[in-house]
């Protein structure tokens, strides 16, 4: 099935009730967004299998981990070392993510570690690949925000709709 035609008022409607609760049974998701429950489970595998649903998630506190530290590292690299900080990355525990960005850094990652020595460590394991420069997360306001379904940012349309 197209990935488009997934994305009805049900399938919007699944995706709203599974970024709330992901542990929903299926009859209590399919009485949530009005379909029978073989609907909503054929509608599952479709969603899954055309990866607009990527996967069934925890959310763990870092710091009942251990996992005190949390940073952004900016990286700057040359061309040679481009590929090499890539495969180096991926062997690291503490990124939790790397996004390759435009501008005057190449990539971002957010790590995390059990204190300011080993962050200092990742730091310099970080060095032979590029130019890292560090910014320490103090806090958090705004963290997993649940995607709007719609499509659109509904603040923004809101701002520009006063504004006209």
């Given amino acids: 099935m197209d990935s488009t035609a997934l994305m009805d008022l049900y399938g919007r409607k699944l995706l709203e009730e599974l970024q709330r609760n992901a542990r929903l049974s299926l009859a209590e998701l399919s009485r949530r967004i009005g379909l029978s429950p073989t609907a ?20 763990i506190d870092h710091e009942y981990l251990g996992l005190e530290v ?14 090499r900080l890539l495969d180096f990355v991926q062997t690291l525990e503490e990124v939790r993510e790397c996004h390759h960005l435009t501008g005057s850094d190449d990539f971002l990652l957010k790590v995390t570690t059990t204190n300011m020595a080993d962050l200092e460590a990742l730091i310099e394991a970080l060095l032979p690949y590029g130019t890292p420069v560090t910014s320490i997360v103090l806090s958090s306001p705004v963290e997993h925000r ?17 504004r006209r």
């Fill in 40 to 59: 909503t489970a054929e509608r599952l595998r479709q969603m899954e299998e055309t990866g607009i649903i990527r996967g069934y998630t925890i959310d």
């Fill in 146 to 162: 649940r995607f709007a379904v719609t499509g659109k940012l509904v603040t923004v349309t809101r701002k520009a709709a006063r």
């Fill in 70 to 83: 949390r940073a952004f590292i900016r990286m700057s690299c040359g061309g040679q070392n481009y590929r």
